[in-house]
């Protein structure tokens, strides 16, 4: 038999056995299900699940009408649904059960060079513009950065609002309900995630294989299980079994280097790290220089230090349950030298004696370059040191436009087109945590994590601290157990309300997941796999996934993201420099409720809701005509989950020069009828407005005094004056900026489409060129490819008519409400519906009027005042 046919009839084999496990209830239908998948592959799944279970017809009629109907449900899902799937395939692009090892970085870096297919997009060559970004200007530019940022981090204040809570038990018992209507023969147990709180709790019954089920039996009558079975367990190639107990060992020890990975599920690194039963050093080095780069990037943050420290006190706990623990490094310098990660871990293996250093990959370009010097310089001095791609769900070095094209560039379909490239790997599975971690005779010496002075509090002048974060810690578990709380939560109530009702601030319908996945302690493949075999399955949530590994991805092509314009013409565009309209934004103190409400519950909680980003992003810009940089490095600095490939995209798109820039502009105050249309949000977080009435809480300025004396409310003092009221105006003022530098340089808009046209990078030109050499090579040199990008079409309108105002630009970009056009019709329904009643109101008044005046001026009696009918005031 050929080996593949041979491997085949395994898989095969394999199903069966596991199909035991669920007719004996060891396993559920759902889990089975999700496992065939991951064995087989989707296409032998679609031919031959039906004929897998088609013992179970006779044997077990209600399981085969379940795995059917579970069957048939996945295979009729969307595209989308598929494209999702597609992308989802392992990072570690998994055939074999076992954890494959370092080939698999370069295998995932190939790029199928004979792929070419000739693309649609047009590629205009131009010559090289003046003032783009050099290295050398980049320098100037990190030097700009520390004065910067010295001036924006003010210390932060104390406003002792109240923090969010997350998970109600009444939110767990909805979802029970919702569960048990399910289909007919599905137990209520295959649909609720099972949490690895246990794991995290019960470190007693870690052992060997009793870990699976023992963990879990504690309290299983209460927590309906999904499958653990699916999970990849690792035998460690035979050596190492997970759990066994570990005793120190002679040979050279493992240095296992943690960065933003801190979790003991799903870590490829460290179950790499086991492979040989040698001893295993966790271990962390702080760099701070390292992580931020060459630009303005703010990559670590006042909130990010924050969380990373408790993370790192949190995992090194978990650590010390597994009886390992993590040793915190400062990275040296030499003498007052920048210091070198590099440079540390030399320095511990000489102290260690330790022959392999294991990680796994960051993606930010500095970062990767840091990490490939790292690997080559250890190589040479015989210490082996792997990457494993973890971080997001491809490795965005490995995805590729061959075959896609260029056109429509930056949106997230265009990037799952790229991924589904490859729709024939497996899916890889998430890696069971391990149960122990051998130990070193000798540890090696660390530093406290104090003394990384991750989470150092300003002091007022008599000495006293300013505890900035005591909200956020009220409002978040920093573990990885906290993680798998949330996504728990998440899936149990939440993912129901997603598809609609995400953008609700005054309602958590989003998973909260963001600085778990920032650092790590979550990783997404764990998160889409724990996603997919929920009940509900929302296709905008798995979508949000993908927009992280764009976001990842356009970071590797476009390193200046974070603090260069894509767009050339917009660098030039003409930004406010008003230091108080900024400082109103930051804390939360414009005059403008929503806005305010997003602004405070960010300084207080280090995070908001991405329809409040939305909200935020665009008053800053097309309001306040503050640069886009300004907002991006303010959530740097103040939120938990600062991300710079996502933050950096996401302000350039709402800054009107990402690759996808946003076809709308959030109204201040219209938006609210989406997000907080009784106003609880705005109560919550400015309750100085919280006697207001639902109408009018979003537009106090529009409360007659005498509801505003009731509600004690006065402008200036209780709560700010608007800090720009002509709205109208300053739209239209924005769109003729934008109009103006399109003007100038009219070289960067495209002639025929009017679309704006972005600079592309060598790596994008050799794939659309069909080049083998993946930097462009000499094609490049001294000229430039040119696309064109999506571009507003009130951009180019108001390019024929720069001067006209924002209304009367027929594809006005304000959005009254972000989700529903329909919500937007209702609005103006009901405002053209008062705007009548007040003319005819008006109407009824003067005809009143004229007539007692009339009466007056004849000597007739005035006629009698209404009775029982409402006067409208
Ligand atoms: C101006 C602006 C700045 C942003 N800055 C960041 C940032 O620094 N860090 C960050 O993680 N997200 C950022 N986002 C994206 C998004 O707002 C957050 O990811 C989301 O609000 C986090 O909440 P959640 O975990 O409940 O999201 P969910 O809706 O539950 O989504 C699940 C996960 O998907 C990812 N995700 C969701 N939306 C996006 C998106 N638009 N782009 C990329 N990934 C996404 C996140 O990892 C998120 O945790 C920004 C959005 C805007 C508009």
């Not at 790590?520 to 979508?543: E, I, N, T, V, Y």
Request: with cysteine.
């Amino acid at each position: 038999m050929p080996p593949s046919a041979a491997g085949a009839q395994d898989s095969k084999a394999l199903v069966r056995q596991l199909l035991r496990e669920v007719l004996v209830g060891r396993e559920d239908p759902e889990g089975f299900f999700a496992m065939c998948v991951s064995i087989l592959g989707q296409q032998e799944t679609r031919t031959h699940f039906q004929s897998l279970i088609q013992p179970l017809s006779t044997a077990n009629r209600s399981l085969h009408c379940c795995l059917t109907s579970i069957y048939l449900e996945y295979f009729s899902k969307t595209g989308d649904d598929d494209l999702e799937f597609a992308l989802a395939l392992s990072v570690l692009e998994m055939k074999d059960p076992q954890l494959s090892t370092c080939s698999e970085e370069s295998t995932l870096q190939q790029l199928g060079a004979e792929a070419y297919q000739s693309s649609s997009v047009q590629l205009t060559s131009a010559s090289q513009p003046q003032g783009s970004s050099s290295r050398t200007q980049r320098a100037d530019a990190g030097g700009e950065r520390k004065k910067k940022q010295s001036v924006q981090k003010g210390p932060r204040g104390v406003m002792g609002l109240p923090q969010t809570t997350q998970e109600t038990e009444l939110q767990k018992s909805t979802h029970v309900d919702k569960c048990n209507k399910g289909t007919p023969g599905t137990s209520q147990s295959t649909c609720v995630s099972k949490p690895y709180a246990s794991f995290f709790k019960q470190e007693a019954v870690l052992k060997g294989d009793q870990m699976t089920e023992e963990g879990d039996s504690g309290n299983q009558s209460e927590k309906p299980k999904r499958s653990r079975n699916r999970r990849k367990r690792w035998d460690g190639g035979g050596q190492q079994v997970v759990g066994m107990p570990t005793s120190p060992s002679a040979s050279p020890p493992v240095l296992l280097w943690f960065r933003r990975d801190l979790r003991l599920c799903d870590n490829p690194a460290l179950l790499g790290s086991l492979e040989n039963g040698a001893p295993v050093i966790p271990v962390f080095i702080w760099s701070p220089e390292e992580e931020e780069g060459p630009g303005i990037t703010v990559a670590m943050g006042g909130a990010c230090k924050y969380w990373l420290h408790q993370a790192l006190s949190c995992f090194s706990s978990s650590l010390e349950r597994i009886g390992s623990h993590l040793v915190f490094l400062k990275a040296n310098g030499v003498g007052h030298g920048v210091g070198s990660s590099l440079r540390t871990l030399t320095e511990l293996i000489k102290e260690t004696g330790a022959r392999t250093v294991l990680a796994n990959a960051l993606y930010e370009p500095w970062l990767k370059e840091r990490d490939d010097s790292v690997v080559s310089a250890l190589q040479k001095v015989g210490v082996q040191c792997r990457m494993f791609p973890s971080y997001c769900l491809r490795d965005p070095y490995s995805v590729s436009t061959e075959g896609v094209g260029l056109r429509g560039i930056g949106s997230v379909s265009h990037f799952m087109s790229c991924c589904k490239q490859n729709p024939d790997s497996a899916l890889g599975v998430p890696l069971d945590p391990p149960a122990s971690l051998p130990t070193p005779a000798n540890w090696p010496q660390g530093v406290p994590l104090d003394a990384l002075e991750l989470a150092l509090m300003p002091r007022r002048k008599d000495g006293t601290m300013i505890d900035w974060a005591v909200n956020i810690r009220k409002s978040w578990d920093f573990s990885e157990e906290g993680a798998h709380a949330r996504l728990e939560a998440f899936l149990q109530d939440g993912v129901y309300r997603y598809e609609k009702e995400s953008g609700r601030a005054d309602a958590p319908n989003t998973s909260t997941l963001s600085p778990y996945l920032h650092f790590g302690q979550l990783s997404p493949r764990w998160l889409l796999w724990d996603a997919k075999g929920a009940r509900c399955r929302p296709p905008k949530f798995q979508r949000k996934l993908a927009w992280r590994d764009l976001a990842y991805w356009q970071l590797t092509l476009f390193p200046d993201l974070p603090w260069e314009s894509l767009r050339p013409p917009y660098k030039a565009l003409r930004w406010s420099t008003d230091r108080g309209h900024l400082k109103a934004w930051q804390r939360g103190r414009t005059g403008y409720p929503l806005v305010d409400a997003a602004m405070r519950q960010l300084w207080l909680t280090g995070w908001m809701n991405n329809y409040m980003r939305h909200v935020v992003a665009s008053f800053l810009i097309a309001y306040l005509h503050l640069s886009w940089q300004e907002g991006y490095r303010w959530f740097q600095d103040t939120l938990l989950d600062a991300d710079v490939a996502i933050d950096a995209m996401m302000w350039q798109n709402g800054g009107m020069c990402g690759l996808d820039h946003w076809n709308f502009v959030m109204h201040p105050v219209d938006a609210a009828m989406t997000c907080d249309p009784y106003g609880s949000y705005i109560r919550k977080w400015c309750p100085e407005l919280a006697d207001l009435p639902d109408e009018l809480i979003h537009k106090p300025w529009k409360c007659p005094a005498s509801m505003l004396r009731r509600s004690g409310v006065i402008f200036g003092q209780t709560y700010p004056d608007r800090i720009v009221t002509d709205l109208e105006e300053r739209r239209s003022q924005s769109l003729q900026d934008v109009a103006v530098v399109r003007r100038e340089f009219v070289q960067y808009v495209d002639k025929r489409s009017g679309c704006d046209l972005v600079p592309l990078p060598p790596r994008l030109v050799s794939e659309a060129l069909g080049l083998s050499d993946r930097n462009g090579g000499q094609l490049t040199e001294g000229k430039q490819f040119l696309l064109p990008v999506i571009t507003r079409m009130e951009f180019k309108h108001q390019q024929e008519d720069p001067d006209a105002d924002a209304a009367s630009n027929p594809y006005n970009a304000v959005l009254k409400g972000y989700v529903s056009r329909k919500r937007d019709e209702t609005i103006a329904f009901l405002n053209e519906k008062d705007f009548t009643a007040s003319v005819l109101f008006e109407g009824v008044q003067r005809t009143e009027r004229l007539e007692s005046n009339h009466r007056r001026m004849e000597g007739l009696p005035q006629p009698p005042a209404p009775q029982g009918r409402a006067r409208r005031t």
